[in-house]
């Protein structure tokens, strides 16, 4: 079956940066694009970052130049470096394959002096 796992959420002062992880199985991980969502507290959950199976990548506008996506097809796995956090960066952050079609359980990313 399709499992997402993800890593390497934590907390992180303002200005800081953390790397997720995002682990993929149960499925044909070059045939799709995968995706990084982030839900804050009492907010929807939002997309964040999109890498297609051709490398292509996308941002949500309040990431651009700061997040990273990428992909390794032959490890399976989908990273999110995110450098100079703010504190509107906290949430929990969801991995996904394709836009909402699996989900990983999600790690927390709290930024906070």
């Known amino acids: 079956q399709v499992q997402l796992v993800e890593s390497g959420g934590g907390l992180v002062q303002p200005g800081g940066s953390l790397r997720l992880s995002c682990a993929a199985s149960g499925f044909i991980f070059t045939d799709y694009t995968m995706t990084w969502y982030r839900q804050a507290p009492e907010k929807e959950r939002e997309l964040v970052a999109v890498v297609t199976s051709a490398g292509i990548t996308r941002y949500t506008d309040s990431v651009k130049g700061r997040f990273t996506i990428s992909r390794d097809n032959y490890r399976n796995m989908v990273d999110l470096q995110m450098n100079s956090l703010e504190p509107e960066d906290t949430g929990v952050y969801y991995c996904?394959?394709?836009?909402?079609?699996?989900w990983g359980q999600g790690t927390q990313v709290t930024v906070s002096s």
């Open positions: 996904s394959r394709g836009f909402g079609h699996a």
